[in-house]
């Protein structure tokens, strides 16, 4: 997979792809965060907020990796888990996106 | 101060004391917490929240520390910040307060 080329055109697709995820899975932890918040009352609930946020943010690092030998197993990692779907990779050589669903389906 | 004795009376007066500090912080990090979870709208907002939660934790398992050998210390940083004040201590031997009160004062 190191050996894969993108073209500029590629690269514009796979930014704005990696973006999107990257978009809406925060807007998901911002969604959790809110509701845990609001409903925080004792001293416990802050650790348990700070613990969900310690593995989001280890999860997040690990997970949105813009290296152009990673984003094939990364945009299946996305695949896999909704944060794109198969129209967000669009305009991707044909071979990279058989290579992402493939994966995906792993 | 090591050496200080602590009655069964003058326990309970502490951990009552201590206890109270505690949930009030707390309560106040909820607040600043539910504040900026509210107005969270984009992913840096997360890590800001993130970084404050971090900070919080180091500082509240520091600061809260009931061992009897810490407590003149503890007490005179709780008075100092506001989070006790004089009264808490009341049922603890003279000789503790002033100490207590002395410090806090540096």
Not at 1 to 21: C, H, I, L, P, Y
Not at 49 to 70: A, Q, V
Request: charged fraction near 40%; hydrophobic fraction near 40%.
């Amino acid at each position: 997979m190191n050996g894969d080329k993108w073209s500029k055109q590629e690269k514009a697709v796979a930014r704005r792809a990696f973006e999107t995820a990257y978009e809406k899975e925060c807007g998901e932890i911002i969604n959790k965060i809110q509701e845990m918040a609001k409903k925080a009352s004792d001293p416990d609930e802050i650790w348990q907020l700070h613990d969900f946020l310690n593995t989001k943010r280890r999860e997040i690092d690990d997970k949105y990796d813009f290296r152009y030998s990673m984003l094939i197993l990364v945009f299946a990692r996305l695949l896999k888990e909704g944060w794109i779907d198969a129209q967000d990779l669009e305009g991707l050589r044909e071979d990279k996106i058989t290579k992402i669903k493939e994966l995906a389906r792993v």
